[in-house]
């Protein structure tokens, strides 16, 4: 074996690059509900794997995480369901249901009834606290969708009012005072069809300034101006319709938005254009969906009812990543860091059909080119592909174990073959 110059100062700041802080390494949880089996579906976002099936009483069609992680709620129009996220349990029913959402202090958890009602429960407790009156002057009021203030300290809720004959009011966004609980202005929304309320989400930026509104029927999608309290006057102007879902990255610098068929809408919410158009699959495979960012705002995943299928899409490409099937039926998704990680009991054999690659037989882990030897700008290019810069494709001998990405102590592997040779 000849002798080899090891640039070892190279190799240190490679390693340092790749550190577990990296979007390769983040560990994240998503909890994923289903209107077709009877247990909530876990999983971890780093190696894109179902790790748990967590048995539940019913369904559940949204799912919320305390912004601590300790707990999950995942509800139908029943019951809401409180999950130990540390040990992946079920700890406590409760017996009302409807659409969920966790304020971003963790200390209210907030519910709309199949009735349009809008309560208050208290976490610690899980007893309703308080439920938010409509509207002055408004009948047959409907709260349908939430969103929160960054601090938290106003809800955004969408009520749809419709009487018994046309015309049909407008929708409206009603904001919501979260300590007293009252709503303290409503902005209202512009008419788009004459024959139904047809608004379907909000989401404030993290930023606060803005707040987006999606509408069934429209492709625009219409901005509340938070600060001026009421409409900004701008929109965002999409390719299609039929808007279910609109979640904002952690920087508030991009808003990604689900339509009713199989296609995702990247923003760029400083200039209100569309950056990207991401189809999900053939045909009519998502018939609507949820969608939940990764704190890191890393990567967007999006739940295919029809499909059975997990959407990941890669937020620095704007391209579907990957695909994780799962089964029919998928509702509402929520990410959160998980202080003891994607824990529970193992999911039944059929949520996971995983096949990877397998990789080839005798391959040096980190011999790019193929030379029988791992030089230092090969263990460079192993770093880049962990770090999502480089496509695995670049060199798939840095893949030791063939499952699709490049970890730690493969890099680890590829340096002692560096040193050691390869064997």
């Not at 704007?318 to 999911?347: D, F, M, R, S």
Request: aromatic share 6%; charged share 15%.
């Amino acid at each position: 074996m000849r002798a080899k110059r090891i640039d070892w100062l190279a190799i240190l700041v490679a390693l340092t690059a790749v550190a577990p802080s990296s979007r390769s390494f983040a560990q994240y949880c998503a909890y994923v509900g289903s209107d077709n089996t009877r247990y909530m579906s876990v999983i971890d976002t780093a190696s894109r794997t179902v790790t748990a099936a967590i048995p539940l009483p019913g369904t559940g069609h949204t799912v919320a995480i305390t912004p601590n992680g300790r707990t999950a709620y995942v509800a139908n129009d029943q019951n809401i369901f409180v999950i130990d996220t540390s040990s992946g349990t079920l700890t406590r029913t409760l017996f009302f249901g409807g659409d969920v959402a966790a304020s971003p202090d963790g200390q209210h958890l907030y519910v709309v009834s199949p009735q349009g009602t809008l309560s208050q429960i208290t976490t610690a407790t899980n007893e309703v606290t308080a439920v938010v009156p409509y509207p002055i002057g408004r009948f047959d009021q409907s709260f349908h969708a939430l969103s929160f203030s960054p601090m938290g300290d106003l809800v955004y809720a969408l009520v749809n009012a419709l009487p018994a004959h046309p015309p049909h009011p407008p929708a409206d966004v009603a904001v919501v005072n979260a300590k007293s609980n009252l709503i303290v202005y409503t902005v209202a929304l512009p008419r788009t069809s004459g024959f139904d309320v047809s608004t379907t989400a909000i989401a404030v930026n993290p930023s606060g300034a803005d707040a987006y509104v999606t509408d069934f029927y429209s492709t625009d999608v219409s901005i509340i101006d938070t600060a001026a309290y009421g409409l900004s006057g701008n929109v965002v102007s999409l390719p299609g319709n039929d808007i279910d879902d609109v979640v904002f990255t952690p920087n508030g610098q991009r808003a990604y938005m689900i339509d009713d068929a199989h296609t995702v809408y990247a923003v760029d919410t400083a200039r209100r254009s569309v950056l990207a158009t991401i189809t999900l699959g053939e045909g009519d495979q998502t018939d609507g969906g949820h969608m939940a960012v990764t704190p890191d705002g890393d990567f967007v995943y999006a739940t295919g009812f029809v499909a059975g299928a997990v959407f990941v899409i890669d937020t620095s490409t704007n391209t579907l990543a990957t695909t994780i099937q799962l089964e029919k039926g998928l509702e509402g998704i929520a990410i959160a860091t998980l202080p003891k990680g994607c824990v529970g009991p193992p999911p039944p054999p059929t949520s996971t059909p995983t096949p990877t690659a397998t990789p080839t037989p005798g391959t040096c882990v980190g011999d790019c080119d193929g030379s029988g030897d791992v030089q230092i700008n090969e263990i460079i290019t192993c770093v880049n592909i962990a770090l999502g810069s480089e496509p695995l494709s670049t060199c798939t001998a840095c893949d030791e174990n063939g499952d699709g990405q490049v970890e730690i102590n493969e890099i680890i592997t590829a340096v002692k073959n560096a040193l050691n040779g390869c064997p």
